[in-house]
């Protein structure tokens, strides 16, 4: 789903003009050929789980073109904060079949193309939406349910009976998580940063249907249609790399840093504990952290359009009352609800494991160390904090 520059109208106008041609429809209609192209992953977040594109060719006046549902913008005004807010605007492109894919044989990925034999009547009807769609080419993305593959899923599973299934809402055994993770490493930031971000809607089990926000899964669906029947489908392999890309980090995995820092973080509060001190400034850091990662949970959750950040259940580590713990840490002497604040925390997180065991929501793995350790240092502090206290209380006294 690359940011493309392209400059094909003239493309499009001869398209626009040979659809409109005054000639005999049937002939006119026999001289198309439309297909699907499936793109393979790419190392790139961006690229890594595929692209798909529908290939027009039109034998008449020699025009090749691909219409790409992926086309966006970097440099758009407010491109960035319409992410965040679930509001990203992407555009349907027309570029020139050779350009489109030169550029992904460049970068060693697969192109697999399935052409959809259709009557006349239904090439015409396909062609005249997608050219329509040139006429307001911008829409809302939304990286589960409509996107550069939904919406040539959508399209031609309404329009035509090639790619109909009386099973295509039968629900599967995967879930979106699940089906996001086969194609980033649940050890990478890039899963991580999703996990966190993405709630409890991504562990249900989803249908066929639901399943094509994945190119390779819309490909998939595509082969098993030819092999019911072969006669309304037909699969080329226009380019097939040595090898498949994966997306990849050259980063430390996010496993080893956090089971670093929770090893780190576990030692440190041992010798707290020995030494009967309080580091506060790590506490300070760890509330400081959590609790602004809770505002993000919370406001991708109840503020933004993205559906899949509904029902995270990441606010139960990363809870954005933490914050109020930092004005509670830089006393002197924290306060008396500070104690029970922290067994929520604690309670919190029992409630976290026992939802990950029931499967309410998958945790990345990587912050299980995290959690673990944070565990030991909620527990320390509620330790030394009443002793602080009790000593406190008895030295008045005395």
């Known amino acids: 789903m690359k940011n493309y520059r392209f400059n094909v109208i003239y ?15 049937k002939k006119e209609n026999e001289e198309f050929k439309i297909s699907i192209l499936s793109i393979g992953e790419g190392q790139s977040l961006a690229d890594a789980f595929g692209h798909t594109g529908i290939r027009i060719i039109d034998k008449k ?4 073109v691909v219409f790409n549902f992926g086309i966006y913008d970097y440099n758009a005004p407010n491109f960035y ?4 807010k679930g509001r990203p605007v992407y555009k349907l492109g027309v570029q020139n079949y050779i350009s489109f894919i030169n550029n992904y044989i460049k970068q060693d990925r697969y192109i697999i193309e399935h052409e ?6 239904t090439t015409q009807k396909i062609i005249n939406l997608l050219v329509k769609n040139l006429e307001d080419p911008n829409y809302v993305y939304d990286y589960l349910r ?26 599967t055994e995967n879930s979106y998580r699940e089906l996001i993770h086969s194609k980033i490493n649940e050890n990478s930031w890039g899963a991580l940063g999703i996990d966190l971000c993405l709630g409890a809607i991504m562990d249900r ?14 490909m998939q669906y595509l082969d098993s249609l030819i092999e019911k029947d072969s006669k309304s489908i037909t699969k080329n392999i226009i380019f097939s790399p040595q090898s498949s890309l994966l997306y990849n980090e050259n980063l430390p995995n996010p496993l080893l840093i956090n089971s670093l820092l929770s090893v780190l973080l576990i030692f440190i509060t041992f010798l707290n504990f020995k030494k009967s001190i309080w580091k506060k400034w790590i506490d300070i850091l760890i509330y400081f952290s959590s609790g602004t990662l809770g505002l993000l949970v919370i406001y991708l959750w109840f503020f933004s359009n993205h559906f899949a950040s509904a029902q995270n259940f990441n606010f139960l580590w990363a809870f954005p009352f933490n914050l109020i713990m930092v004005y509670a840490l830089l006393r002197k002497n924290p306060p008396i609800w500070a104690v029970n604040f922290i067994k929520l925390n604690i309670i919190l997180l029992i409630l976290l494991f026992i939802h990950w065991a029931t499967g309410v929501q998958k945790y990345n793995i990587t912050l299980l160390p995290i959690f673990i350790a944070l565990l030991v240092r909620y527990s320390y502090l509620i330790i030394h904090i009443n002793k602080t206290k009790n000593e406190y209380l008895h030295k008045k006294r005395g």
Request: include cysteine; glycine fraction near 0%.
């Open 205 to 218: 089990k989803i249908s066929i249907k639901e399943t094509l926000f994945l190119p390779e899964k819309l």
């Open 116 to 121: 959809i034999n259709l009557d006349k009547k």
């Open 81 to 84: 904060s319409n992410f965040v």
């Open 146 to 171: 409509d996107n550069c593959s939904t919406r040539v899923a959508d399209l031609f599973i309404k329009q035509t009976e090639q790619l109909q299934n009386t099973e295509i809402d039968i629900l």
């Open 11 to 25: 493309l499009f106008i001869l398209l626009f003009f040979s659809l409109n041609t005054k000639a005999d429809s």
């Open 61 to 64: 006046t020699n025009n090749d």
